[in-house]
């Protein structure tokens, strides 16, 4: 597997303790990572410091410009930077030390269906071992033959996978771009994913384990108010994109109604309501950037230190 040449991309914001954390779980992989690049949102906590001493590559916004934009700089830069895989994940994401190379050792077995990997996902687990809610992918739930042959290996096709600990091959990125940087947090992995998954085969591969340190085993419905209104927002969004057909966007549309319902339960009537509804209004009467191509030089987005 050594024809592989992985980088990595962590988007952080003022949470040095499990950044250092992942990138050392990174760099005790049994498959060698190539590189790391570490995307600091403005933190003040020492983050971007630390990242630079444990010898990531680290880049810099001068202000929050959310998770979704430190995906978009670093999957960029690891493009232009000629890797052949780039693996995803936010930064309380923690790989057990074999997740890449159980990625990997799927890779020439799935191309040998004759359709090649685009996306391959870890198993995501909560603190407590149990399969965390967050980042679970959805089944693909067409039977192609080559996504039969894909279980009886023990692979699950999926329709599309989160930001956390998920491979996605260059070719991929060079076909269908880079995710939207515009989405701030929640639901740009859907998109992106979704996007390109519509066309090409996706796999769960539940031997590469991935531990997610979110502080609960939270869901949608039990957001703070600001990410809930993200949560609708850019599900509106997906919804108005290419990147789900007409029963994918069902899907998401009775899920949209799902979790607003539980949210709303769980929070004030009139303070849900105000939420829901500024989140519905924006997803309507606003676009996402669609600049999605990798640009043949470096953004301004960001500035490299250390």
Same mark, same amino acid.
């Given at each position: ?56 590559e ?14 978009h ?7 232009r ?10 930064d ?10 159980? +990625?990997? /050792? !799927? ?6 269906? #004759?359709?090649?990997? $685009?996306v =391959? *996902? ?20 067409f ?7 894909a ?77 809930f209104?993200?949560?609708v ?13 007409? +029963?994918? /966007? !069902? ?6 109604? #799902?979790?607003?319902? $539980?949210? =709303? *339960?769980k ?21 996402p ?18």
């Amino acid at each position: 597997m050594s024809q592989y040449r992985i980088c990595a991309i962590l988007p952080t914001r003022n949470r040095k303790a499990l950044l250092q954390e992942c990138i050392r779980a990174l760099k005790a992989q049994t498959h060698p990572v190539a590189h790391i690049i570490v995307v600091d949102n403005a933190s003040t906590d020492g983050s971007a410091e630390l990242a630079a001493r444990e010898g990531a590559e680290v880049v810099q916004f001068e202000r929050n410009l959310g998770g979704a934009a430190g995906f978009h700089e670093g999957i960029s830069r690891a493009y232009r930077g000629g890797y052949n895989w780039v693996w995803i994940m936010d930064d309380d994401t923690i790989p057990q030390p074999n997740a890449l190379a159980e +990625l990997l /050792k !799927a890779v020439p077995r799935l191309e040998r269906l #004759g359709h090649p990997p $685009a996306v =391959l *996902a870890s198993r995501v687990l909560w603190q407590d071992g149990s399969v965390h809610p967050m980042n679970w992918p959805w089944p693909n739930p067409f039977p192609y033959r080559r996504f039969r042959a894909a279980r009886r290996m023990g692979y699950v096709p999926v329709r599309w996978a989160a930001f956390s600990s998920v491979l996605v091959a260059r070719w991929a990125i060079q076909k269908y771009g880079l995710p939207h940087r515009d989405y701030f947090v929640r639901t740009d992995d859907l998109e992106y994913t979704g996007r390109i998954l519509r066309r090409e085969a996706g796999y769960l591969v539940p031997k590469s384990l991935a531990v997610h340190k979110t502080p609960t085993k939270y869901t949608p419905a039990s957001a703070h108010p600001e990410r809930f209104y993200y949560e609708v927002r850019n599900r509106i969004w997906v919804m108005r994109s290419r990147s789900f057909g007409v +029963l994918g /966007k !069902a899907a998401l549309g009775a899920h949209i109604m #799902g979790g607003t319902l $539980a949210y =709303l *339960a769980k929070n004030r009537p009139a303070l849900g309501l105000r939420v829901v509804w500024k989140g519905l209004v924006d997803g309507l009467a606003t676009d996402p950037d669609h600049r999605t191509t990798v640009p043949p030089h470096l953004s301004e987005l960001g500035r490299s230190v250390g």
